[in-house]
């Protein structure tokens, strides 16, 4: 992974905490970061190229009237008055290079002295055990601060670990192998069939979290299940629970009035451009 400086600008040296989506049903966590960095105001910093990645391009998504600066898949951001670094992918990773992709972002965050990565991502509704819906969406978290995966912050929020989350697991414990440096793919597991079990290690923040961890990064995942189709509500929750975990105030906001939010400007089409009505 090669990481490219925007002409003037450096890395802040103070910014030791990353946040980064990792790509899953609904794209929750690339909206949450969407979000992050239209609120802040981030500026872009620059771009990572990963060949472990699929190309793409687009146009700027947070100006209101994009200047042809193009969007790229993957970009990092820096907020001056938060001391936070985001890095936004828009485009997934090849199929069966998960594993070398986190690697590769590990080591960026290792050698840029990043010291806490807090990885969104989502989860898949059918999957959620003991649905309650009495207070509205839950947040989840999986963190490397205990091996069971706890966190005392976390559950001071009133969040819940992960569900299932057992680091003794067949899955989680290949994961962990393979996060080590020097460590060779198992053909052989590739082709075994996956358990019921096995659904939380196979999605891609497993791997991340694996690979930060083997990196001796504190990492924490932040999670919510939701179904395929209008996410933004999910994506408004997990910015929201981002930014209390964080301790970021409304001061460093930039929204109007009593909303801090900014949507970016790239929302308005998200679903396409309207039809041409003279069709009708």
């Not at 909206?31 to 146009?59: M, Q, R, T």
């Not at 193009?70 to 970009?75: D, G, R, S, T």
Request: hydrophobic share 40%; aromatic share 10%; proline share 5%.
């Amino acid at each position: 992974m090669e990481f490219y400086l925007e002409e003037g600008r450096e890395l802040n040296p103070n910014s030791s905490t990353l946040i980064l989506p990792a790509l899953s049903v609904g794209n929750v966590g690339q909206l949450a970061v969407d979000l992050l960095i239209s609120s802040l105001k981030a500026d872009k910093i620059g771009c990572l190229d990963d060949p472990n990645v699929l190309p793409c391009v687009g146009n700027d998504a947070y100006s209101p009237a994009p200047a042809g600066k193009l969007a790229l898949p993957l970009e990092a951001y820096e907020s001056s008055s938060s001391a936070l670094t985001l890095v936004q992918q828009r485009s997934p990773v090849i199929k069966g290079m998960m594993i070398e992709y986190a690697k590769n972002m590990a080591n960026f965050a290792a050698a840029n002295g990043k010291k806490h990565v807090i990885i969104l991502s989502s989860l898949d509704f059918g999957r959620w055990k003991n649905i309650d819906m009495s207070s509205g969406m839950q947040m989840y978290y999986l963190s490397s601060s205990n091996a069971d995966g706890t966190d005392a912050d976390c559950e001071s929020l009133g969040w819940k670990s992960l569900q299932d989350y057992n680091p003794g697991q067949r899955m989680w414990k290949h994961l962990d192998e393979l996060a080590e440096e020097g460590s060779m793919i198992d053909e052989d597991f590739l082709f075994e069939e996956l358990e019921d079990e096995d659904y939380y290690p196979s999605l891609p923040f497993a791997a991340l979290f694996s690979c930060f961890k083997a990196k001796g990064i504190k990492v924490t995942c932040l999670l919510c299940y939701c179904s395929e189709g209008d996410n933004i509500p999910e994506a408004f929750y997990m910015a929201e629970a981002t930014s209390k975990f964080t301790g970021l105030n409304q001061n460093q906001f930039h929204g109007n009035g009593a909303d801090k939010w900014i949507a970016p400007f790239s929302w308005q089409s998200v679903y396409g451009p309207p039809a041409d009505m003279s069709l009708f």
